[in-house]
């Protein structure tokens, strides 16, 4: 009878035992969901596949931390509001994500913002550029620098450093572009230049000589090219035969720019976040062996600023364990953060200030201008 006992103990204990470590385990197995809306078959393709590789990098890092396990879950947004927008409504309805990281085009971005505001939902755009997306609301977020600033340090190399007076401008025909075209030319002009016509040009265009050959009237001495399909613009410009200086923005370091531009690339200028994989920062050298381990090839800084965002919303989901308000106001506070894209300071807008430079291209690479 007291063995019979002492087995009925043991089996109850060995039975608490494992409902115990069942319930730490659930508790530290808790999965909380980031969406990602990136423009994955778009003519922003190779843009928004690096921005997923720089997100997937994160989590990795993030769940090789004992605790509340992240997960993301990558949609389609395609660079089409409409479609960014059904992407975003599955991931809320049928996915049940936390916070959003994207859409990567400007025009979806605004035109998700609003709905994720209206849902609490925390957004970090690491690509969108608009201007107008810091105003969007209290849950939205960007960790790159805006177009504004783009357009007027370019402004101010065009006509303090290359002395530039009379400008043209071609811009795609979206948010971004607007934006780009609009801060170039309230900061020229302020400096005491003349920007004498702005063209736009439309997604997708094949033939772009008709806003080319309305650029060169005036004879301009520089030709500022805002927004994505650059390649195509600076490609017609030099077949056109016009030898005009050619100066732009970040969505000149695209590899369509070597691949479809080529040889007429050479030289362009263009603005660029101040990323550099090989600084020799602990910080960007620890994450540019992993990034180059992993996908076979150096970081850009699209992928580190995805880096960052990802890792920043993965922290604020960990720590709020989910919960909007608390997640939006992690963010708020954070002051300082010591990423790879540069140091990450949040502002009333959520938006950030980062030192950007000038790259250009030569002998077929993007290179730090010198």
């Given at each position: 009878m007291k063995w019979k006992g002492w087995t009925s103990l043991i089996i109850i204990l060995i039975f608490l035992v494992w409902l115990i470590?069942?319930?730490?385990?659930?508790q530290t197995e808790e999965v909380y969901t980031i969406g990602s809306i990136q423009a994955l078959t778009s003519d922003v393709a190779s843009i928004a596949n690096r921005v997923r590789q720089g997100i997937d990098l994160a989590v990795e890092d993030l769940n090789?931390?004992?605790?509340?396990?992240?997960?993301?879950?990558?949609?389609?947004?395609?660079?089409?509001?409409?479609?960014?927008?059904?992407?975003?409504?599955?991931?809320?309805?049928?996915?049940h994500i936390h916070a959003l990281i994207g859409p990567?085009?400007?025009?979806?971005?605004?035109?998700?913002?609003?709905i994720a505001e209206e849902n609490k939902m925390v957004m970090m755009a690491t690509v969108s550029s608009v201007p107008a997306l810091k105003?969007?609301?209290?849950?939205?977020?960007?960790n790159r620098v805006s177009g504004g600033p783009h357009g007027?340090?370019?402004?101010?190399h065009t006509y303090n450093v290359l002395g530039k007076r009379k400008a043209a401008i071609l811009f795609i025909n979206q948010d971004n572009g607007v934006g780009?075209?609009?801060?170039?030319?309230?900061?020229?002009?302020?400096?005491?230049g003349k920007v004498l016509t702005s063209q736009p040009y439309d997604k997708g265009e094949i033939d772009y000589r008709t806003p080319v050959l309305k650029a060169q009237q005036g004879d301009p001495d520089v030709l500022y090219v805002g927004g994505q399909q650059a390649e195509m613009v600076v490609k017609q410009v030099r077949e056109m035969e016009w030898d005009v200086p050619i100066v732009g923005t970040l969505g000149f370091e695209v590899p369509e720019m070597l691949t479809v531009a080529g040889k007429h690339a050479e030289g362009v200028l263009y603005t660029n976040p101040a990323f550099d994989p090989d600084s020799g920062d602990p910080v960007v050298a620890t994450?540019?062996?992993?990034?180059?381990?992993?996908?076979?090839?150096k970081a850009a800084a699209?992928?580190?600023l995805a880096y960052d965002g990802a890792m920043l919303v993965g922290k604020a989901l960990r720590a709020c364990k989910g919960e909007s308000d608390c997640m939006r106001d992690y963010l708020y506070a954070v002051k300082d953060y010591a990423g790879v894209s540069g140091t990450t300071t949040f502002d009333e807008y959520g938006e950030v200030a980062k030192p950007l430079v000038i790259k250009t291209v030569r002998n077929g690479e993007f290179v730090l201008l010198t």
């Open positions: 470590g069942t319930s730490i385990n659930n090789l931390e004992p605790g509340v396990k992240i997960r993301v879950l990558h949609d389609d947004g395609k660079c089409d509001p409409p479609t960014g927008i059904a992407a975003y409504q599955k991931l809320v309805a049928v996915d990567t085009c400007s025009s979806s971005a605004m035109a998700v913002a609003p105003d969007a609301g209290d849950y939205i977020f960007r007027v340090q370019m402004a101010e780009y075209r609009d801060a170039f030319t309230k900061r020229f002009e302020a400096l005491g994450f540019q062996a992993k990034y180059e381990a992993k996908y076979g090839e699209f992928d580190a």
